[in-house]
C-alpha cells in the first residue's frame, strides 16, 4: 500500500513537471513567434532585393508571393510582382532545376518583361563542394554572369553552356551543375515572354502563397 502510495506521487509530480514544462514551452514560442515571423520576413525581403535591385519597386514584394502551379512548367515554384507606381517592373522568380548533378537546385531570379535578367540567387543545392558549389555567391560569383543579358526567342541558342555552344562558361571538372543552371534560367525566362507577356491576368489565377 505504501509503494502504491508513492508511486502515486511520483506520477503526480512527474504529470505537474510535464505540464510545466509544456506551459514554459508554449510561451516562448508564444512571445518568440512574432519576433521570428519578423526575421524570416526580412530575410526573404533581402533575397528578394539581390535579384529585383530596390530601385525597381515600391511596392511589397514579399507581399505579392504567388505559388504558380502550372502542369507545362512544373519547374516553376513562386513569382513575386514588382511595381513601381502601380506599373509592373520585373518578375521574381522561384524555380527548381532538377537535372543537377546531386539533384535539385533551387534558383531565385529577377527578370524584366522584356527577358532581361536582372539578377540569380541559388537557394538550394546539394551540389559537390569544390565543384558544383560555385553556384554560389560565397564561393564564385559565375552566377552573376546572367546579370544583364536579355533572353529572346530569337537568341535562345546562346543560352547553354560553352562546351554545348552556348555563352555560359562551365566549371572545371563539373558540366552538370552549371547546364541544370543555365537550364533553367532559360526557361524561366521563355515562360516570362512567351505566356505572361501574352497573357498578363494569368498571375492572378495563381493561389497566394501562405
Not at 517592373?89 to 518583361?113: E, H, K, W
Request: proline share 4%; hydrophobic share 40%; with cysteine.
Amino acid at each position: 500500500m505504501q509503494v502504491k502510495k508513492i508511486t502515486t506521487q511520483y506520477g503526480l509530480i512527474l504529470g505537474a513537471v510535464a505540464l510545466l514544462c509544456t506551459a514554459i514551452s508554449t510561451a516562448v514560442f508564444l512571445l518568440t513567434q512574432e519576433k521570428i515571423a519578423q526575421v524570416t520576413a526580412h530575410q526573404q525581403r533581402q533575397l528578394l532585393q539581390e535579384v529585383v535591385p530596390p530601385s525597381y519597386f515600391d511596392n511589397d514584394l514579399l507581399a505579392t508571393c504567388k505559388i504558380v502551379d502550372l502542369s507545362n512548367s512544373p519547374y516553376l515554384d513562386r513569382i513575386y510582382l514588382a511595381k513601381k507606381a502601380d506599373k509592373l517592373t520585373a518578375y521574381a522568380i522561384q524555380a527548381t532545376a532538377p537535372d543537377g548533378y546531386s539533384g535539385n537546385i533551387v534558383l531565385l531570379m529577377g527578370i524584366q518583361p522584356d527577358g532581361k535578367i536582372l539578377g540569380v540567387r541559388t537557394l538550394a543545392h546539394n551540389e559537390t563542394p569544390g565543384l558544383g558549389d560555385k553556384i554560389e555567391t560565397r564561393v564564385d560569383d559565375w552566377i552573376e554572369s546572367f546579370t544583364g543579358k536579355r533572353f529572346s526567342l530569337e537568341n535562345e541558342a546562346l543560352w547553354k553552356v560553352k562546351k554545348d555552344g552556348g555563352q555560359f562558361d562551365q566549371f572545371t571538372g563539373a558540366t552538370i551543375t552549371p547546364r541544370a543552371v543555365v537550364n533553367n534560367v532559360r526557361l524561366s525566362a521563355k515562360w516570362v515572354i512567351t505566356e505572361l507577356n501574352s497573357s498578363p491576368t494569368l498571375i492572378e489565377h495563381f493561389p497566394n502563397c501562405q
